[in-house]
């Protein structure tokens, strides 16, 4: 059981990674914002990066066109929350 839930949580984590660099290669050219796939990229990676957002800004990252809140997404949930759900998955299930 907890093998199956670490990998659940696992591969969701890496369905969101995906997700948010897909957003990213989506900002570097012109879409359609009505085409649905992309409207729901960007429903599903907007909470997500809001909170990253403020924080940038708060920190002074912002510098125009270049949005660090995706890299610092990435890095916050690959190397803090992916292991500690892991660890907490293992330890109290």
Known sequence: MKLILATTVSYFFDFLNLMILIRVF????????NN?????IFQLTDPVLEPFRKLASKLGLNTGMI??????????????????????IYTFF
């Open 26 to 33: 989506l900002s570097w050219f012109n879409f359609n914002p």
């Open 36 to 40: 649905r796939i992309i409207v729901l």
């Open 67 to 88: 949005d660090f809140s995706p890299i610092i997404s990435l890095l916050f949930l690959y190397y803090i929350v992916r292991p500690l759900l892991i660890t907490l």
